[in-house]
């Protein structure tokens, strides 16, 4: 797939059987519900490493990491862009009455040039709408992308520093609107991507786009350890501010 193509569109929704198993999960413990496109969802390519193309979201892992004592619910539509997002994010998220919602969005935008001022107000409404349920929105940077080298060709050199540029802008705008309002953050980018090059480190690319196992691995060990290693998610409801 070449990188910005949409894929054809499914979802990845792991909540059992929809209202028994909601009820039960508010009635155990809390609920965590991670929330994005392909990247949420776990798609992988075929490659050696996975031959079937199975998905394998950082949910999932993330749930083996704290155990059945919170309940993670996995939304992820693969292709979608940040305005789907919006359009079902009081579906799949407010109402289920999470503590937290873990968000990443914007690298399908990005694929179709949107401008990144475009792409942050269509997370900042998932954010506030989020902040406004007494939800601890999540912003996680979107990650790099993994390309061969390109010094023989100018154009498509000046076409992937354009792209990590506007990776970039997009990122310092969701760090900048996370420490603003003191919200947990997940730097997926930079925990992902060669320091010198900035692009998606090869153990954790997949196509180039989406994540090996070992990237949503790495993923989920980044939302523990900034939600559950060091506090209770119960004591540390990040109240809106």
């Known amino acids: 797939m070449a990188l910005g193509q ?3 569109r499914h979802t990845a929704k792991r909540d059992g059987h929809e209202g ?3 009820m039960n999960a ?5 609920i965590v519900v991670c929330f994005g496109d392909s990247l949420t969802a776990g798609f992988q390519s075929p490659s050696s490493d996975n ?10 892992f993330l749930q083996e990491m704290i155990g059945p004592s919170i309940h993670i619910v996995i939304s992820g539509i693969c292709g979608e862009l940040t305005g789907e997002m919006v359009m079902r994010f009081r579906q799949d998220v407010l109402q289920r009455r999470p ?5 990443l969005g914007g ?4 694929g179709w040039n949107a401008q990144t001022q475009d792409i942050l107000r269509n997370l900042v409404k998932m954010y506030e709408q989020a902040r406004a349920d007494r939800i601890v929105p999540v912003p996680v940077t979107v990650p790099s992308i993994r390309v061969e080298r390109t010094d023989d060709n100018q154009d498509a050199q000046r076409w992937v520093d354009e792209h990590l540029t506007r990776r970039r802008q997009l990122n310092e705008l969701i760090v900048q609107y996370a420490d603003s309002h003191q919200l947990p953050r997940v730097d997926l980018f930079g925990a992902t991507a060669e320091p010198k090059t900035r692009l998606l ?3 954790y690319s997949n196509d180039g786009l989406h994540l090996t196992t070992a990237g949503y691995r790495k993923f989920a060990r980044l939302v523990f350890e900034e939600l559950f290693a060091s506090r209770s998610p119960l004591q540390q409801m990040g109240k809106p501010t």
């Not at 508010?26 to 809390?30: L, R």
């Open 6 to 8: 949409q894929r054809p």
């Open 20 to 22: 028994e198993s909601r």
């Open 26 to 30: 508010t009635a155990n413990g809390p």
């Open 51 to 60: 031959p079937t193309g199975g998905e394998t979201p950082y949910g999932a």
């Open 99 to 103: 503590t937290h919602v873990v968000i």
């Open 107 to 110: 690298t399908n935008d990005l």
């Open 201 to 203: 480190a090869k153990i």
